[in-house]
């Protein structure tokens, strides 16, 4: 890849939003703002290397992408008041000094139509790094292991969808948002999970989606600074990332939090997390604002020993009130174990052992393979161990399963 | 996760002191202040400090076997250091491109250095290891 070429991605990695965000605003078709952007994003990748990088790059990619977009238009010959509106101002020059609170709506309104009910998981996410983040296909597809193909149709799919549902390019009303914007902190923390966890791969940590899952929350904070759970997912994103360092060894396997060395943990990523975390309490934590409590209580304990568990018990009761959810009960039967022993944390997990919904993972099998362990019942914990590793998707953490397996004497 | 620091420095004082004459005070807060709000809009940035102009600055150089401390900027290299952002982006050219939209008065340059990671430095020397120590008790950027 040329200098021209790399220096066109990263304006473009700045710019993005503002661009298809205005361009939908003017024609308020977000399909056709997309396409025009991509169209202009392509020009500019053959033009800039050949020709020399224009004066104002990004006026450039604007006024390119408007004109794009007129074309379509008249080619479709139809919505003719779309055509005025946007043509009007065509040959103006880019202006400069653009009105900070109109891209401020723009970018929300761009989130939130990304992150738009009508539309399946997966999409969200690839649109939310496409549009928002100004990600390539390619890149979107590399950071998910699928093909590049895949994630095209996927965009193509999602524009698709939303022309049919008529989602207008707005962002909600107050009181409507305060109800979607839990949708939207999801799919920001789906890109930061699949990031710092791969669900398949070789590869543990994708340190790029879980640093741009980060960018893209501080956006949206930016643009909606009165939500404390977005906050709450920001503390969340920096107290977990903050652990980066200190996760693999050497040779690419897992480090298990107890046994990770501490002077790695990286403070800046603490300390921007604990600020978030401040800001996320006002009106009571919510889900994201208690992991990150939890993350936060683990980041300031100097060891295993000095962590206050009692405090992390409490806050996994307080997230399964809010959030029920058998992943955070098994989390708290682990603060359990470490507060009280082994146990009445086993007494916990074989509560746990009921719901049909731990059957689809590993991690079950191997906490309660951990804590027979404790207890000495050396059988039982290798075979709930063995079930682990079988039902384990990551390779790396199959490693250190296998290694666990081992040591059992 | 590449941190890049961007520097500010003034690289031909004379020209920058013209220049910024010529600027009214309000118009520099307003055209810092867009900057930075739409630096901290993209969330890339980490941290960001400016620095006393040069009538505060104090010097010492080695040059010989005892420091020789002077008043004022750098004598020679007239290199004053104004400022600096902490930025996480996604490469070195978008820290370039940030640093580009900060190179806005005439006399003036932007360094963009790439931070390393204590990670990259021998983890069995006892210097690294102190310093270590002391980010886990104090943190660091």
Known sequence: MSDATRAVEAIWRIESARIVGALARFTGDFALAEDAAQEALAEALVSWPEHGRPANPTGWLMTTAKRRAIDTIRRAGVQREKYAAIAHDQDEAYDDDVDVERIDDDILALMFVSCHPVLSKEARVALTLRVVGGLSSEEIARAFLVPVATIQARITRAKKTIAAAQVPFEAPPPDERRERLPGVLSVLYLIFTEGSTATSGDELIRTDLAREARRLTRVLIGVLPEEPEAYGLLALMELTASRFPARIDASGDPILLEDQDRTRWDRGAIKRGMAALEQATPRGLGPYGLQAAIAGTHAVAESVEQTDWERIIVLYEALGRIAPNPIVDLNRAVAVAMAHGPLPALELVDRLADDKRLDHTHLLPTVRGELLRRLGRSAEARKELERAAEMCTNDRERVVLRQKIAELT | ?141
């Open chain 2, 1 to 141: 996760m590449p941190k890049y620091m961007l520097i500010w420095r003034t690289i031909d004082e004379e020209k920058q002191n013209a220049a910024m004459a010529d600027i009214p005070f309000e118009q520099m807060l307003e055209t810092m202040g867009k900057l930075n709000d739409e630096l901290i809009k993209s969330g890339v940035v980490l941290a960001m400090e400016g620095l006393d102009p040069e009538e505060h600055t104090v010097v010492t150089y080695a040059d010989g076997e005892q420091p020789v401390v002077t008043d004022g900027p750098y004598g020679e290299t007239k290199e004053l250091f104004g400022g600096f952002y902490l930025l996480s982006v996604a490469s070195k050219q978008e820290a370039v491109e940030w640093a580009k939209r900060l190179t806005y008065f005439p006399g003036s340059a932007v360094e963009v250095r790439r931070v390393p990671t204590i990670d990259e430095f021998p983890q069995d020397n006892p210097w690294i290891q102190k310093e270590l120590e002391w980010r886990t008790k104090n943190g660091q950027l």
